[in-house]
């Protein structure tokens, strides 16, 4: 699936409406067809007050003793200058600020897709379609699942697979079970220099004047009386616009109403076979209220160059998980190109199981949190409109279904089939679903 969001994000969408239609969507045609421990003290009486930088300690008035640090110790029997710094007990005190000042203590995770894991992969398609087509192998694909997401949330409702169409097991053990983006050849890390962070404490203010991260979704909205982005049930309030969610540099709190995303899935889904889609995802047992936030869409982070190949070889193969990275407020100006695509051919979650609907229930949305680069975005997946129990999650591939990449023969690529997806306003055109396990 290649995608691709140029359209303008509206300022209608200011107006609150209901589903979020407008703005930011997909474009009318599809892109191509191609820490550091504070020491204590052992004594009881050194368990003191803090102390101030401004009543900093000097050499005639503090004798060198275990109450001071033994720097200090050093430099005040020496006579130097008193060493001014926050203390407690005599020993010197690490602050957030302090700490926040050194960017060594928030180097960014970073994953690389040059280290994919893939030996469990191999080691399932080394058996016979035999043993891959054993029911009991559900349990394993569900097993792996929560094995690689158990850190990143662990509270999140298990996935599921169902199958009553066919005794297809589970999809095709051919990619890394993730929630993270593994970053590609020429793709730099996360940029945490440019972060903007808020000294906020506790939870953020959505009314504050002086939050740092409310001042940048104001700048971006254009609206001076924009609050965040989430109301107070982590419901999105702005749609059409990009999310910038407070991040590790942040005086906030976990408990910040500005934190959603990064606190991971909490709706219910399970991943199902389909008559004539392949494998999707649909809801659980409860309703899925709208503006809810459902997924990630995690996958490689590629070079424009480097997707442009694959989406080549995907189209000609009939298949393609490829979407690129080009809302409308990343255009910095006349000559601004697309810079990266996600695939989530090879590493993915639910997501990438998301069929097409003309009439689609979900939307992808650009978020950024640890990532202070504009041009590399989350994809992140919020509900349009409730969703009920049970029904299929899809969204919309493309605007209008138009068709570029055709042969000279006018014939088009494998990657284009008809449209199955039941809606009224049907374009009668969409990427072909992935093969089962017996159409290898």
């Known amino acids: 699936m290649e995608y691709s969001t140029t359209e303008p994000l509206p300022q209608a969408e200011l107006s609150g409406a209901s589903d979020g239609e407008a703005g930011a969507g997909p474009s009318n045609g599809l892109r191509r067809s191609s820490q550091r421990s504070s020491r204590s003290s052992s004594s009881v009486q050194s368990l003191g007050a803090f102390t101030d930088d401004d009543n900093a300690v000097s050499a005639s008035s503090v004798p060198v003793s275990r109450n001071t640090t033994p720097e200090e110790s050093i430099n005040l029997a020496e006579g130097s200058s008193p060493i ?139 609206d001076p009386t924009m609050e965040f982005a989430y109301d107070k049930n982590g419901r999105l309030k702005i749609p059409g616009f990009p999310v910038f969610e407070c991040n590790d540099l942040c005086g906030c709190g976990p408990e910040c109403q500005n934190r959603v995303v990064q606190h991971g899935r909490k709706v219910q889904v399970m991943i199902k076979k389909t008559e004539h889609k392949g494998w999707g995802v649909f809801a659980g047992g409860r309703k899925i209220p709208s503006h809810t936030f459902i997924g990630i869409y995690s996958g490689e982070l590629l070079t424009d160059s480097e997707a442009h190949d694959r989406g080549v070889n995907y189209n000609k193969a009939g298949r393609t998980y490829l979407f690129d990275l080009d809302f409308h407020h990343q255009k910095t100006g006349p000559n601004w190109a697309n810079q990266y695509t996600v695939d989530a051919y090879h590493a993915g979650n639910f997501t990438r199981f998301l069929n097409h609907s003309c009439d689609p229930n979900v939307r992808l949305y650009p978020c950024y949190i640890n990532e202070g680069n504009i041009q590399k975005p989350l994809l992140v997946v919020f509900s349009r409109r409730d969703i009920e129990p049970g029904e299929e999650i899809c969204f919309s591939y493309s605007g209008n279904g138009d068709v570029e990449g055709d042969d000279k023969e006018g014939k088009r690529d494998k990657v284009y089939g008809a449209c199955k997806c039941g809606a009224k306003n049907c374009t009668g055109i969409i990427f072909r679903p992935p093969p089962s396990l017996g159409q290898e």
Request: glycine share 6%.
């Open 84 to 222: 001014k710094h926050k203390t407690y007990g005599g020993f010197q005190a690490l602050t957030w600020k302090e700490y926040r000042k050194d960017l060594n203590n928030f180097t960014p995770k970073c994953k690389y897709g040059r280290d994919l894991p893939h030996s469990f992969q191999d080691h399932i398609n080394q058996m016979s379609l035999h043993t891959r087509m054993m029911p009991d192998m559900r349990v394993v694909f569900e097993a792996m699942i929560r094995e690689n997401t158990a850190e990143d949330e662990p509270d999140a409702p298990a996935i599921t697979l169902e199958n009553e169409v066919d005794n297809e097991p589970t999809p095709l053990w051919e990619f890394h079970y993730t929630n993270e983006m593994w970053h590609g050849e020429g793709v730099p890390p996360p940029d945490i220099k440019s972060l903007v962070s808020c000294n906020c404490k506790g939870g953020c203010n959505p009314k504050s004047k002086t939050c740092a991260c409310l001042k940048r979704q104001k700048e971006v909205t254009g």
